[in-house]
């Protein structure tokens, strides 16, 4: 059985950080380089496969970044909530609407962490039912890290494409955006 990304909790990585992601989806290469399955089989991939594929390799980028800068604990779908919180604060259903989970769900991740200092829930002076989220201080240093992370990803990619390709795919990337939705 194939284990959700989005898990809340993961049994802590006893390996350097992103190595057990890497095993799981049979990476056999270091962010930064193509997997070796991947110069193999990608001509033969869909689209979504080959998105997915550079999504894993930014993802593991990152995490790899941030665990060389403290914040090793933090897992993929952490580093959605810093990307979403570091915009604005937002109550916790809307941040589980953007992000596409449950409430429950949701709310488990926020757990971990707040428990771990990436952010903090207050009362939403609006609706006293209601939780604002917002990054702490370690939550902000490592969505500024997060985003350093991500530029240094799109300058590989534009490097490795040439500017005019590299704005051709951004601006088709973009236009399947506003043609699929959200």
Request: aromatic share 2%; net charge neutral.
């Amino acid at each position: 059985m194939t284990r959700p990304e989005a898990e809340p909790e993961a049994e802590a990585e006893a390996e350097e950080p992103g190595r057990e992601a890497e095993r799981r989806a049979g990476v056999t290469a270091r962010a930064g380089s193509a997997p070796r399955h991947a110069a193999e089989t990608a001509p033969h991939w869909r689209t979504p496969q080959l998105m997915r594929a550079l999504l894993r390799q930014a993802t593991l980028h990152a995490r790899s970044v941030l665990a060389g800068q403290g914040h090793s604990d933090l897992r993929p779908i952490h580093l959605l909530v810093l990307e979403r919180l570091a915009q604005s604060e937002m109550r916790a259903s809307e941040l589980a609407t953007a992000l596409g989970l449950t409430k429950q769900a949701t709310g488990q991740i926020l757990d971990r962490m707040e428990a771990v200092g990436y952010l903090r829930r207050t009362p939403d002076p609006d609706d006293g039912r209601a939780k604002l989220v917002e990054l702490t201080e370690r939550g902000r240093r490592a969505a500024e890290i997060l985003r350093s992370a991500a530029e240094e990803t799109d300058r590989r990619w534009r490097d490795a494409l040439g500017e005019a390709a590299h704005s051709e795919l951004r601006a088709a990337l973009g236009r399947l955006l506003v043609t699929e939705g959200p």
